[in-house]
């Protein structure tokens, strides 16, 4: 005796398969662009500091196309003088120091955090920004921020 309650038509199939792709090409093609898609778009963060501010940090970087390099602070600094900290950059430490010399301060965002329940570590600057710090510090709630764009300094002799 043959079961075929098992057996799926084969235009059944093709359906299913058409309806499958059908959802996956809308999924992806609704994808809204990330508010800063290269670095001279750094400054539409600021347009937008309502979406960010008093959210978690991940929020804020999940707008950021171009990849963060390095970041720079101490969110965990318990001095009553000193807020928690975090710039970001666009470039690494060594491209940094380079520019530093020559007068040159990169585009930055810097973030104001609220303390953190748990101990962070600080960011030297000295590694790359990688997923992992993101998960580390992606809770912390942005109290503000400010972008710096890049600009030459004339150095005086």
Same mark, same amino acid.
């Given at each position: 005796m043959e079961n075929s309650s098992l057996c799926? *038509? =084969? =235009?059944? +199939? #093709?359906?299913?398969? /058409? /309806?499958?792709?059908?959802?996956? @090409?809308?999924?992806?093609?609704?994808r809204v662009p990330k508010i800063v898609q290269t670095i001279a778009d750094v400054k539409k963060l600021e347009v937008n500091k309502d979406?960010?501010?008093? +959210? *978690?940090? +991940? @929020? @804020? @970087?999940? #707008?950021? +196309?171009p990849k963060i390099k390095s970041a720079i602070g101490d969110p965990d600094d318990i001095s009553k003088n000193r807020t928690k900290i975090i710039t970001f950059f666009f470039i690494d430490k060594k491209e940094f120091l380079r520019r530093d010399g020559m007068g040159k301060k990169p585009t930055s965002i810097s973030v104001v955090l609220e303390p953190s329940k748990q101990k962070k570590l600080p960011l030297s600057g000295d590694n790359p920004w990688t997923k992992t710090q993101v998960k580390e510090y992606g809770d912390m709630i942005v109290l503000r921020f400010w972008v710096r764009e890049y600009t030459e300094v004339s150095l005086r002799f």
């Amino acid at each position: 005796m043959e079961n075929s309650s098992l057996c799926v *038509p =084969n =235009n059944m +199939k #093709q359906l299913f398969t /058409l /309806l499958t792709a059908s959802f996956l @090409l809308f999924a992806t093609s609704c994808r809204v662009p990330k508010i800063v898609q290269t670095i001279a778009d750094v400054k539409k963060l600021e347009v937008n500091k309502d979406k960010f501010v008093g +959210k *978690p940090l +991940k @929020l @804020l @970087l999940d #707008q950021i +196309k171009p990849k963060i390099k390095s970041a720079i602070g101490d969110p965990d600094d318990i001095s009553k003088n000193r807020t928690k900290i975090i710039t970001f950059f666009f470039i690494d430490k060594k491209e940094f120091l380079r520019r530093d010399g020559m007068g040159k301060k990169p585009t930055s965002i810097s973030v104001v955090l609220e303390p953190s329940k748990q101990k962070k570590l600080p960011l030297s600057g000295d590694n790359p920004w990688t997923k992992t710090q993101v998960k580390e510090y992606g809770d912390m709630i942005v109290l503000r921020f400010w972008v710096r764009e890049y600009t030459e300094v004339s150095l005086r002799f």
